[in-house]
């Protein structure tokens, strides 16, 4: 348990550090106005200072995650965006590293197989929503369906749609289904945040080339993902779109630098710490029936031999 004033201080530093990188209304937003090697006003030397907020910020996620299951109203879906090699992985790992792995649950969507593409997009997606009182992590999500379908359009030609619903409106259409969706999740009780892991050119470069290096990377590297580093520019105007078109209060978008791993962690961990703690988490209130049957509880352990 964190004392309460080291509580009090650590909610307003989350509170900054999500403010910093979330987007609640697209209109307007540009790609270039959040630097991925940004770190707000935290310097290089301060890392060992972040680690110990992380931690703490772990600690706190994980009492949250206690009560929001307890509470058993909300349920918490963190969507997780980006290039490959931005760190999603590494970030959900370490961000949820203290919470109970019953309380959470990651999906990774990778392509579609056959059946979910003989569906609608979303289909897979609804199969994998969080249940109340539980954490649940898309690493990718159905968002890919304006971004890598929309770089590669022959992957549309493989979905199967009549061809009177393919008009060049699709990826606008896409994020308004989408929008639609997410406004029908938080208005049942499924808070919605999206990270986009936000990760320049020159550091993923500088990853995969780490990949090839390191022995113990080398299980990483994928020549596919190479390949689809030449489309980067069209990646980006696709990513900057789509966050114009899904941002919103009530399921912001959180560009979050990216080209920092340790700085990452932390920008993720406080905007999810900042979202629950605004959701006024408690335990469940006790009523007399309850109250009577602790009692009747403790009376029948105490008489035991
Ligand atoms: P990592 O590379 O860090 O292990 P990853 O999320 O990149 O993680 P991969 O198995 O490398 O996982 O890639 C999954 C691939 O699936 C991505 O290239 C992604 O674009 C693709 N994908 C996900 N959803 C869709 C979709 N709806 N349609 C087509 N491709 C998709
Ligand atoms: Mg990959």
Known sequence: MIAAKDRDTLLSQCHKLAKAYQVVDGEGFRLASVDPNDTLHLQRDDKAMAMQRLSEGTSLLAEFQERLYAQDRWGVLLIFQAMDAAGKDGTIKHVMSGVNPQGCHVTSFKAPTA?????????????????????????????????????????????????????????????????????????NGIIVLKFFLHLSRKEQKRRFLERLDNPDKNW??????????????????????????????????????????????????????????????????????????LEEGRRLLLAED
């Open 115 to 187: 059946t979910e593409l003989d569906h609608d997009y979303l289909w897979r997606c609804q199969q994998a929503l969080p249940e109340r009182g539980r954490i649940g992590i898309f690493n990718r999500s159905y968002y890919e369906e304006t971004l890598v379908v929309r770089v590669h359009p022959e992957l549309l030609q493989k979905q199967q749609l009549p061809p009177s619903l393919l008009g060049d409106d699709i990826w606008k259409r896409r994020c308004s289904e989408i929008r639609h969706f997410e406004d029908y999740l938080s208005n």
């Open 220 to 293: 990483k590297f994928s020549l596919g993902d190479i390949h689809e580093r030449a489309h980067w520019d069209a990646y980006m105007k696709a990513y900057e779109e789509m966050i114009q078109r899904t941002a919103r209060p009530s399921a912001p978008w959180h560009v979050v630098p990216a080209d920092n791993k340790w700085f990452t962690r932390i920008a993720v961990a406080a905007s999810i710490i900042d979202a629950m703690a605004r959701l006024d988490l408690r335990l469940p209130h006790l009523g007399e029936e309850a109250r009577r049957q």
